[in-house]
């Protein structure tokens, strides 16, 4: 599409009887859904009905870039990959980073969508105007890191490779996918789709110019942009400590998981994950991805008594594989999470199920012969990273904790015990000191996230939001204006989840909203107004509602797990919990939907849904 953005081209690939075809779309239909998660679940809505098993070869993966990687905005490496998820049974949405979204841009198409299934295991090699789908015969089996390599190898040392290992091709529920060995398209299970349909990888290499409306107004942003970021002190920050330098302020407020959400006041065990103990004991670097000033993510490099020398852990492999199971030693957490990332599984599943599993151990809820001679003790380094490996390569009781936390919830007659909102484990944040994360986790439409809205950055972190008439940081355990937080950063993150761009950008990197909408303009030509963004982002969002709603995950989901309805008898947290009910009344007044939590008829008008929408 000449002059806005996008090239209206969206490739699209039967494996099972190899046919690839090209779809296009017009202005109308990428303003309304923009790109990223927002057109991935019109394409799931549209295409993948109710009844299909996510594992099985009718549901669709898609790989969206949206108006934005074409250019280099920082921010801009993001794309997101979108199905039908194995975890939620309705949409599964994550994002990755390094280069790979800018090089789907650049060969000419806004999105990828897959289905079918392949009688063999293949990959996708796509460079500009030639698409091929290839024998991965040879490479079926290896890990992501090698995977990886090996498809370099056979396409082009330059190329971005998105490639899933052991864990999705054995369809492990929480299967992940790995992008230039140190991004990650982690949550949902989205790995184990591509496993199910004997998809290893995609290969992109593309350098095609992208038209956009106005090129010398782009520059000038993209370059105050980038001099701001690189100048801010939480840039910096960031860039120095990586997303683990708020571990320290986290565990301490007790908003870190502890003993799988019933433990607090683990401070001073803490100590050792803090920074700067993090950065000293693993030898931390940091790493960028494409067009990035903050860099946030770790490299790290140890030789004993575990041999790691790639991406470290992130705060929520700290928190989920570290405090979660109450394990403090950086170096074990480290080679726990290399596990995870070579076998390709997400780490804050990963993590929680292994939680869950302590509990159940501690509680003598796991038949004695599903372990053997093994022990799943709280505090036990060995024994997760021991659990890693056997959930990666569903071996032993590993094959059970492959399904998901609250499949072996229910397997064991507990599921009031998983900490979990529409079956998607919850990250590192605890609602209970964030009462604005309460009514996100509960109608997230991806289930409960932090980052498809992230009102916890504004209590905590003091992250504003003027342009959406958020100028202040909020108390804590006050209940004034924290559903409409959540309301609002919900909103944003459809839109962010969309565009596609990293929130980092802003909560850390402090972009001005204002900017990236001008930025926007530049893009596309529409003249958008930031009522217009937010419309944007608040028609996504209710659209993703709807798409829960139609997968049978509507209202009846809309709950926060027992286990975060109990106060803490000490600590930051003492005595308090979110008042749910109240706040889960207001949500659905404040949104315009009815009494139940079913968007009306005159809200999706209001934000253009219109006629098969209602």
């Given at each position: 599409?000449?002059?806005?953005?996008?090239?209206?081209?969206i490739?699209?690939?039967?494996?099972?009887?190899?046919?690839?075809?090209?779809?296009?779309?017009?202005?109308?239909?990428?303003?309304?859904?923009?790109?990223?998660?927002?057109?991935?679940?019109?394409?799931?809505?549209?295409?993948?009905?109710?009844?299909?098993?996510?594992?099985?070869?009718?549901?669709?993966?898609?790989?969206?870039?949206?108006?934005?990687?074409?250019?280099?905005?920082?921010?801009?490496?993001k794309?997101?990959?979108?199905?039908?998820?194995p975890?939620?049974?309705?949409?599964?949405?994550?994002?990755?980073?390094?280069?790979?979204?800018?090089?789907?841009?650049?060969?000419?198409?806004?999105?990828?969508?897959?289905?079918?299934?392949?009688?063999?295991p293949?990959?996708?090699?796509?460079?500009?105007?030639?698409?091929?789908?290839?024998?991965?015969?040879?490479?079926?089996?290896?890990?992501?890191?090698?995977?990886?390599?090996?498809?370099?190898?056979?396409?082009?040392?330059?190329?971005?490779?998105?490639?899933?290992?052991?864990?999705?091709?054995?369809?492990v529920?929480?299967?992940?996918?790995?992008?230039?060995?140190?991004?990650?398209?982690?949550?949902?299970?989205?790995?184990?789709?591509?496993?199910?349909?004997?998809?290893?990888?995609?290969?992109?290499?593309?350098?095609?110019?992208?038209?956009?409306?106005?090129?010398?107004?782009?520059?000038?942003?993209q370059?105050?942009?980038?001099?701001?970021?690189?100048?801010?002190?939480?840039?910096?920050?960031?860039?120095?400590?990586?997303?683990?330098?708020?571990?320290?302020?986290?565990?301490?407020?007790?908003?870190?998981p502890?003993?799988?959400?019933?433990?607090?006041?683990?401070?001073?065990?803490?100590?050792?994950?803090?920074?700067?103990?993090?950065?000293?004991?693993?030898?931390?670097?940091?790493?960028?991805?494409?067009?990035?000033?903050?860099?946030?993510?770790?490299?790290?490099?140890?030789?004993?008594?575990?041999?790691?020398?790639?991406?470290?852990?992130?705060?929520?492999?700290?928190?989920?594989?570290?405090?979660?199971?109450?394990?403090?030693?950086?170096?074990?957490?480290?080679?726990?999470?290399?596990?995870?990332?070579?076998?390709?599984?997400?780490?804050?599943?990963?993590?929680?199920?292994?939680?869950?599993?302590?509990?159940?151990?501690?509680?003598?809820?796991?038949?004695?012969?599903?372990?053997?001679?093994?022990?799943?003790?709280?505090?036990?380094?060995?024994?997760?990273?021991?659990?890693?490996?056997?959930?990666g390569?569903?071996?032993?009781?590993?094959?059970?904790?492959?399904?998901?936390?609250?499949?072996?919830?229910?397997?064991?007659?507990?599921?009031?015990?998983?900490v979990?909102?529409?079956?998607?484990?919850?990250?590192?944040?605890?609602?209970?000191?964030?009462?604005?994360?309460?009514?996100?986790?509960?109608?997230?439409?991806?289930?409960?996230?932090?980052?498809?809205?992230?009102?916890?950055?504004?209590?905590?972190?003091?992250?504003?939001?003027?342009?959406?008439?958020?100028?202040?940081?909020?108390?804590?355990?006050?209940v004034?204006?924290?559903?409409?937080?959540?309301?609002?950063?919900?909103?944003?993150?459809?839109?962010?989840?969309?565009?596609?761009?990293?929130?980092?950008?802003?909560?850390?990197?402090?972009?001005?909203?204002?900017?990236?909408?001008?930025?926007?303009?530049?893009?596309?030509?529409?003249?958008?107004?930031?009522?217009?963004?937010?419309?944007?982002?608040?028609?996504?969002?209710?659209?993703?509602?709807?798409?829960?709603?139609?997968?049978?995950?509507?209202?009846?989901y809309?709950?926060?797990?027992?286990?975060?309805?109990?106060?803490?008898?000490?600590g930051?947290?003492?005595?308090?919990?979110?008042?749910?009910?109240?706040?889960?009344?207001?949500?659905?007044?404040?949104?315009?939907?009815?009494?139940?939590?079913?968007?009306?008829?005159?809200?999706?008008?209001?934000?253009?849904?219109?006629g098969?929408?209602?």
């Amino acid at each position: 599409m000449s002059g806005s953005g996008y090239f209206n081209k969206i490739a699209r690939v039967n494996l099972t009887d190899g046919k690839i075809k090209y779809d296009t779309f017009d202005d109308d239909f990428y303003k309304l859904f923009l790109g990223g998660s927002g057109l991935g679940a019109k394409i799931l809505y549209d295409e993948v009905p109710k009844e299909v098993d996510p594992l099985h070869p009718n549901n669709k993966i898609i790989f969206a870039t949206g108006p934005f990687q074409g250019t280099k905005i920082p921010g801009s490496a993001k794309w997101s990959l979108i199905s039908k998820s194995p975890l939620t049974y309705t949409l599964g949405d994550s994002a990755a980073g390094a280069k790979f979204g800018p090089n789907i841009k650049g060969c000419g198409i806004d999105a990828l969508i897959v289905e079918g299934k392949s009688k063999s295991p293949v990959y996708l090699w796509i460079e500009e105007d030639n698409l091929e789908i290839r024998d991965a015969s040879g490479i079926w089996g290896q890990d992501s890191f090698e995977s990886i390599d090996a498809i370099k190898n056979e396409t082009d040392k330059k190329a971005s490779v998105a490639a899933i290992g052991p864990a999705g091709e054995s369809k492990v529920r929480f299967a992940c996918v790995v992008v230039d060995k140190h991004s990650y398209a982690g949550r949902t299970g989205n790995g184990a789709v591509m496993g199910s349909k004997n998809l290893k990888a995609v290969s992109v290499l593309g350098g095609k110019k992208l038209e956009v409306h106005n090129e010398e107004l782009l520059k000038e942003i993209q370059k105050d942009i980038m001099k701001k970021m690189a100048k801010n002190e939480r840039g910096k920050d960031l860039r120095k400590w990586g997303t683990v330098g708020g571990f320290e302020t986290f565990n301490a407020l007790d908003n870190t998981p502890k003993k799988y959400w019933d433990g607090c006041c683990w401070t001073e065990e803490g100590e050792p994950l803090c920074t700067p103990n993090y950065n000293e004991t693993l030898n931390v670097k940091p790493k960028a991805c494409l067009y990035c000033p903050l860099a946030c993510h770790r490299h790290i490099s140890i030789t004993e008594p575990y041999m790691i020398d790639g991406p470290g852990p992130e705060y929520e492999t700290l928190a989920l594989l570290g405090a979660n199971c109450l394990v403090n030693d950086a170096k074990a957490i480290a080679k726990a999470n290399d596990i995870c990332n070579k076998l390709g599984i997400d780490t804050i599943s990963t993590g929680s199920v292994i939680g869950f599993s302590m509990q159940a151990y501690e509680n003598g809820w796991i038949p004695a012969a599903q372990l053997g001679d093994m022990k799943i003790e709280w505090g036990d380094s060995e024994a997760v990273i021991r659990l890693v490996e056997m959930i990666g390569n569903r071996k032993g009781i590993g094959d059970l904790l492959a399904e998901g936390t609250l499949n072996v919830a229910k397997k064991f007659g507990k599921e009031d015990y998983a900490v979990h909102v529409r079956g998607l484990d919850l990250p590192g944040h605890d609602p209970r000191l964030c009462y604005s994360l309460a009514v996100n986790y509960a109608t997230g439409t991806r289930g409960a996230c932090h980052y498809r809205g992230c009102p916890e950055e504004t209590e905590i972190g003091g992250f504003i939001l003027p342009e959406f008439d958020v100028g202040k940081k909020p108390r804590f355990f006050v209940v004034e204006d924290k559903t409409k937080l959540a309301i609002v950063h919900q909103d944003f993150g459809a839109f962010l989840g969309s565009a596609v761009l990293c929130a980092f950008v802003f909560v850390e990197g402090e972009a001005s909203i204002t900017q990236y909408l001008d930025a926007l303009n530049a893009t596309t030509g529409w003249g958008w107004s930031i009522k217009d963004l937010a419309t944007c982002g608040e028609r996504i969002y209710n659209f993703q509602r709807l798409l829960n709603i139609r997968d049978g995950k509507g209202p009846e989901y809309d709950i926060l797990p027992k286990k975060l309805m109990v106060p803490s008898k000490e600590g930051a947290r003492k005595g308090r919990v979110p008042p749910f009910e109240e706040m889960l009344k207001e949500c659905y007044t404040l949104r315009g939907w009815d009494e139940k939590g079913y968007p009306s008829k005159a809200k999706l008008e209001s934000i253009g849904l219109k006629g098969e929408f209602l």
